[in-house]
């Protein structure tokens, strides 16, 4: 009984971001009258005997040549404020099957006190390879010159630069986002094509189809941003909230827009 309700009272409250509380509401509808000061004891015993499991599992996804890595916040209980404070779970990820993998994907969270990056340095510790991340600056501090450690070569997330976009268009006409737009949807469309195949056969299709729209988008970045008529506060909007130009064309700088843009 006690084996059973230990693993109940670990797995849903993450599963199903139940509260002790309400899961001690639950069991008493049944006949079962546990305390949740018990079901917390539970829950930190578990975690203790599964941090060996949780080691593993960061120690065999840090063997691969690519990851995925992000942040997200969470309430932390802090005692004697009444009321919580801000915490963070890091997930660190792999899924090689959208491109013919066969390695089994695996995730692992990291929980820690901050979204500062020497978190993700610690968790990443002896990773070296291409990390995908989205548009936070923060990761910045891994490519950092003198870091020492494995390489890592940052790979940003095309979903970020086009969300800015994206939000342009639909606060009214806006041709020159929708024409961004359109040619990230072609990518998008030649991505969703090749997904599965060999990694020659994705890279010959990038190479002969993708790098054309490429080129177009970086053309599009240079015109726009300098051309009489453009929208100063939009580039500033696309530049610093999706970093597009950083991202994925190093070439094209985030200067003053020109004084005759209006």
């Known amino acids: ?7 109940g009272s670990s797995t849903i409250p993450n599963a ?7 899961l001690a509401q639950i069991y008493s509808r049944q006949g079962v009258v546990l305390d949740r000061f018990t ?8 975690a203790f005997e599964l941090r060996l ?3 593993a599992l960061t120690a065999d996804l840090k063997q691969s040549t690519k990851l995925f890595m992000d942040e997200t916040h969470a309430p932390v209980l802090d005692p004697g404020a009444r009321r919580t404070k801000t915490g963070y779970f890091w997930a660190l990820a792999r899924d090689d099957r959208p491109w013919g993998g066969t390695v089994p994907p695996g995730v692992v969270f990291t929980y820690a006190p901050g979204r500062g990056v020497q978190y993700a340095e610690r968790i990443l510790q002896g990773f070296g390879g291409i990390l995908q991340i989205d548009g936070y600056a923060g990761y910045n501090r891994l490519i950092a010159p003198g870091r020492i450690g494995p390489d890592i070569q940052l790979a940003h997330c095309w979903a970020h630069a086009r969300r800015k976009l994206i939000e342009i268009t639909r606060t009214g006409p806006a041709p020159i986002a929708e024409e961004g ?3 990230i949807r072609d990518l998008y469309a030649i991505e ?8 020659a056969t994705r890279l010959a299709a990038r190479q002969e189809r993708s790098a054309p729209i490429l080129a177009s988008l970086d053309h ?4 726009n941003w300098t051309c009489p008529g453009s929208v ?5 909007g696309i530049f610093a909230s999706s970093e597009i130009a950083r991202i994925h064309f190093p070439s094209v700088e985030s200067p003053t827009p020109r004084s005759d843009a209006t």
């Open 1 to 7: 009984m006690r084996g059973g309700c230990a693993i």
């Open 16 to 22: 199903d971001h139940l509260p002790l509380y309400r």
């Open 39 to 46: 079901l917390a004891d539970w829950v930190g015993r578990a």
């Open 53 to 55: 499991v949780h080691d």
């Open 181 to 183: 737009v359109t040619l």
């Open 192 to 199: 969703a094509e090749i997904r599965g195949s060999t990694s």
């Open 220 to 223: 599009w970045l240079q015109y």
């Open 232 to 236: 100063p506060v939009m580039w500033s």
